[in-house]
């Protein structure tokens, strides 16, 4: 067993651990198997994290995102920069950040799944700040009348639910073995997806519902038009 110093000891079980969980999930791992494949005994284990749970945090702690971007990103949702600038940025951080990590929703989708406390821990403590500077941004968009008067929050989580669940179609499902697509126009279509139906029309191209066409069901005989009839 090599011999190294408390905090790179502590970074190499935290690097065995990261492997491990997010192969097996938090249940499919035990703290043996870690000091095992770190080449140290348990007890060094315990010496540096008092239970697997407290070592699990650490992991998923570690993969958050670091005060400095979230600095800027508020900067940058404080800023006059274009909201299609802004958001094609947003969905660019998530898809890279997941590309280069994977580990990382892994982690988060066995926590999710096997330990509800640290999953709901982790929502609390970095991902609820997140959602709450982009719901701020969204909500003065809507007080200066360039978005539509929409719940903020649920605006927000659905822009990042676009954007995660592309990744996730593509990574961790499969679709990516038979279709690719090019991370920064995923970033860009997505957020002119989302800007489309979020941003306020101008007044111009408004239609009054008067003037929408007839349905279709509206000049159908009346028996065609009811599906409960024969």
Not at 90 to 116: C, G, M, T, W
Not at 175 to 199: H, S
Request: glycine share 4%; aromatic share 10%; charged share 25%.
């Amino acid at each position: 067993m090599a011999r190294l110093s408390s905090s790179d000891r502590k970074k190499q079980i935290l690097d065995v651990a990261v492997t491990l969980f997010a192969r097996h999930g938090f249940d499919g791992v035990t703290t043996r198997q870690i000091a095992d494949d770190a080449g140290i005994t348990e007890a060094i284990v315990f010496r540096h994290f008092a239970t697997k749970e407290d070592l699990y945090w650490e992991v998923l702690s570690a993969k958050s995102a670091s005060d400095e971007l979230k600095q800027r990103l508020e900067e940058r949702l404080q800023s006059d920069v274009e909201p299609l600038e802004i958001f094609t940025a947003i969905a660019r951080y998530v898809l890279n950040r997941n590309l280069q990590d994977p580990a990382k929703s892994r982690l988060l989708l066995f926590s999710a799944l096997e330990n509800h406390r640290l999953s709901q821990r982790f929502f609390k403590t970095y991902m609820s700040e997140w959602y709450e500077m982009l719901a701020g941004y969204i909500r003065r968009q809507t007080d200066e009348g360039k978005f539509r008067n929409v719940d903020p929050l649920l605006a927000a989580r659905g822009f990042v639910g676009m954007v995660f669940h592309h990744y996730l179609v593509q990574e961790l499902f499969g679709a990516g073995k038979y279709q690719t697509y090019d991370p920064e126009e995923v970033a860009r279509t997505m957020a002119e997806l989302w800007l489309t139906g979020i941003c306020c029309e101008p007044e111009q191209n408004r239609i009054h519902p008067n003037q929408l066409p007839a349905s279709p069901l509206k000049s159908m005989p009346r028996s065609l038009s009811r599906s409960d009839e024969v």
